[in-house]
């Protein structure tokens, strides 16, 4: 993860995968993609590697601790998996002996052994990773290490990560003609069985245009792969990144959600270490001192809610999605839910087995100003419910005097409904 920072000190952003196959059907694997998994880049260093530590991130809503900027050592590596089973987490871990190819070299296969040997039969250990932000050109010998390493230890699968969108914007960095050849060459190389992206949309000079191409191709290729993803967004302010505010942070969260990934992690979580430029780091949810930053106590609240969203649409597929409005860039031209104003991104879901309901994630695409509005469902006889993230429940929605259910969303926030 060291090498992010160089790749950050240009602006860039990463897109992770896990190795092995999808919501298909691995039984072996640890990892449930009905189960929404809530997470972080840069975890506790080495001295504050502490039971405490990780209390406080369970208690700010997550569910999967990654590791602390270049990985720990073996010992420590151990007690952070001892930490997470205490506070009921699951870890990523790194182990600076992972390989990044493999060939005919006997020793990088010695290496996965010794690191199998070390940590695979801790019951909090969800995947262990390998590397950051490769070109094209290290895929093949990456998909020897992933392959070896499933053959090892078939529970627990390998984590890389690759560049986003505006990875493109660097000649050559990619390695591949265009963003979505880039993507697909991964995909098909390795084998991913989850596909997760970093994309930090908030600049200085104002917000990414490309924020939604690269939901929308990220999603596009999982969906098409039936794999599930992950979208790992901005927290930490940083060089030409600004300090967000907390609808800012909301909006993120919440159109991540409407999209259908079933992940979400936060750059960063504790402020990180040896980075190029270091004045310009603020606001990390805990500072390099170990104290709370502002930012702790607003992710928790929205952790919360995208958790229990997250959650209830776990034996949900992702069909499709759209936006309403002004700067509308994803169109459709039929939908079961059609709003009547307001800049909106809406997903649509169909629940898996008997039930079958349709469901809907309405995010407002304004993080300045809260909308209201309202929406007309087909077919107009149908009861509509809305679900309360703090209770975990769903209850009925009256119909206004047009027919149209009521929608009222603060600036960057988001409602699930279903029918």
């Known amino acids: 993860m060291i090498v992010r920072l160089i790749l950050i000190a240009s602006c860039f952003c990463a897109l992770a995968i896990i190795s092995t196959p999808a919501h298909a059907a691995d039984d072996t694997s640890v990892y449930n993609p009905d189960e929404f998994t809530i997470s972080y880049w840069s975890g506790p260093p080495a001295d504050f590697n502490t039971g405490e530590r990780y209390k406080e991130i369970a208690e700010a809503n997550f569910n999967v601790a990654l590791p602390a900027d270049g990985g720990l050592a073996v010992t420590d590596n151990k007690k952070m998996l ?78 890389i990560n690759l560049m986003p969108t505006y990875g493109r914007e660097f000649p050559g960095a990619l390695g591949t003609k265009t963003y979505e050849e880039y993507v697909r060459l991964f995909v098909d190389k390795v084998k991913p069985f989850v596909v997760s992206y970093d994309h930090y949309h ?13 939901l ?12 599930p993803f992950w979208n790992i967004v901005l927290v930490t302010q940083h060089f030409g990144y600004r ?56 992710v928790k609240a929205i952790n919360a809610d995208v958790k229990a969203i997250g959650d ?51 995010a407002n695409r304004d993080y300045k100003q809260a909308v209201a509005t309202s929406a007309v469902v087909q077919p107009a006889t149908a009861t509509v419910e809305v679900f309360d993230p703090a209770k975990k429940t769903w209850s009925p929605v009256q119909h206004d005097a047009n027919a149209a259910v009521p929608i009222n969303l603060p600036a960057g926030g988001g409602v699930l409904l279903r029918w």
């Open 82 to 159: 001892d930490f997470c089973k205490a506070n009921g987490l699951k870890a990523i871990i790194y182990d600076g002996r992972m390989p990044r190819e493999i060939g005919n070299n006997a020793e990088a296969k010695k290496a996965i052994d010794a690191i199998v040997a070390d940590y695979a039969t801790h019951p909090a250990l969800l995947g262990y990773s390998i590397t950051d932000e490769p070109g094209a050109g290290a895929f093949d010998g990456l998909a020897q290490v992933v392959a070896y390493l499933k053959e090892k230890d078939p529970k627990h699968p390998g984590f």
């Open 202 to 214: 908030f600049t200085n000079e104002g917000d990414r245009a490309d924020f939604f191409e690269n």
């Open 216 to 227: 929308e191709t990220i999603r596009r290729i999982a969906h098409e792969k039936n794999l």
């Open 243 to 298: 300090h967000l505010t907390e609808p800012e942070l909301r909006f993120e969260a919440m159109q991540t959600l409407a999209f259908g990934a079933r992940g979400l992690l936060w750059f960063t979580y504790w402020m990180p270490r040896g980075v190029p430029a270091p004045e310009s780091w603020k606001h990390s949810l805990i500072l390099a001192d170990g104290s709370r930053d502002p930012h702790y106590d607003m």
């Open 312 to 362: 209830a649409l776990g034996n949900c597929d992702s069909t499709a999605v759209f936006h309403h409005g002004e700067g509308a860039t994803i169109k459709m031209t039929a939908s079961p839910i059609v709003p009547t104003g307001g800049k909106l991104t809406v997903g649509l879901f169909k629940q898996r087995g008997d039930g079958k309901k349709t469901l809907a994630m309405i």
